[in-house]
C-alpha cells in the first residue's frame, strides 16, 4: 500500500472501463485522483466511491481550454500534479477506404490532439510540482496495425511516436518528468468489444461472450502496469512502449 502516497494524478476517460480501474487503483495507493471525463454522472460515481481522495472534473480532451482549467483546478484542489494518465479513447470502425475524413478527424480529435494537448499543458504544472509521470494509452495496434480501424491505428501511431519525442524533450529539461505508453491488445471494455464483434454499441453480454475466449484482459490488468509506471518504482523507465497483449505481437498470422 501507499506506492502513489503523496501523488496526484488526473486520469482521462476516468468514468469507465481501463479509466476507471486505473483512478480506483492509484488512489488505493495512495494519490489524490481527478477523475476526469465527458460523462458527468458516471464519473461523479466513480469519484464518490472513491471518496475524498477523488474529485471529478468534466473534460472533453480535444478541447485545450477545458485542459488548461482542469490543470489549473486540479494544482488549486490538490497543491499540484505528478500523474497524467491519457486515457481517454474513441474508435470508429473503418478500413482506409471505408473511413469518412469526419470520422478520421473525430478519432485523431480523441486520440491523438487530446494526448498532445494533455501533456502540453501538464508538463508545466508537473514540472512544477518537483516531476512525475505521464502515462498515454497506446493500443497494439500502433505496433501491427489493424485494417478495419485506419483512424484508430493512426491515432495511436501518433501517441506511440509523441510518446517518445516527449521523453527525450523532459530528459533534456531535466524537468524529473518520465514519459511512457501502454499498449494494450484485447481489455473487456464496452468499446474495445464493440470492435471484437463489429457492433456499434456492444452490452455486457456481449462482453461476458468474449471474454469466455480467454483471450481478453481485465482494465484491473492494465491499471496494474499504469500504477508502476506512476511510482517510483519505474524511475529509470523513460520513453518505454509498455506491452500488455498475452504475446498477440509476435503470433504469427493464422497460416503463416
Known sequence: MGRVAGKVALVTGGASGMGKADAQLLAAEGAKVVVADLNEVE???VA????????????????????????AETVAAFGGLHILVN?????????????????WRLV???????????????????AASGGGSIINMSSVAAIHGQSFVAA??????AVRALTKSI????????????????HPDGVKTPMVVKVATGKETASQEDIDEIGKFGNMCEPEDIAN??????SDESRFVNGAEMLIDNASTITPPVGI
Not at 89 to 103: A, K, N, P, R, Y
Not at 225 to 230: I, P, T
Request: glycine share 8%; proline share 1%.
Open 43 to 45: 464519473g461523479k460515481a
Open 48 to 71: 464518490a466511491a472513491i471518496g475524498d481522495s477523488a474529485v471529478f472534473m468534466r473534460l472533453d480532451v480535444s478541447d485545450e481550454e477545458n485542459w488548461k482549467t482542469v490543470i
Open 87 to 103: 486515457n481517454a479513447g474513441i474508435i470508429s470502425l473503418g478500413s482506409i477506404v471505408d473511413t469518412t475524413l469526419e470520422s
Open 108 to 126: 485523431n480529435s480523441v486520440n491523438s490532439d487530446g494526448v498532445f494537448l494533455g501533456c502540453k499543458h501538464a508538463i508545466p504544472a508537473m
Open 152 to 157: 484508430y491505428t493512426a491515432s495511436k501511431g
Open 167 to 182: 521523453a527525450m524533450f523532459c530528459k533534456e529539461q531535466k524537468n524529473g518528468i518520465r514519459c511512457n505508453s501502454v
Open 225 to 230: 502496469l499504469v500504477l508502476y509506471l506512476a
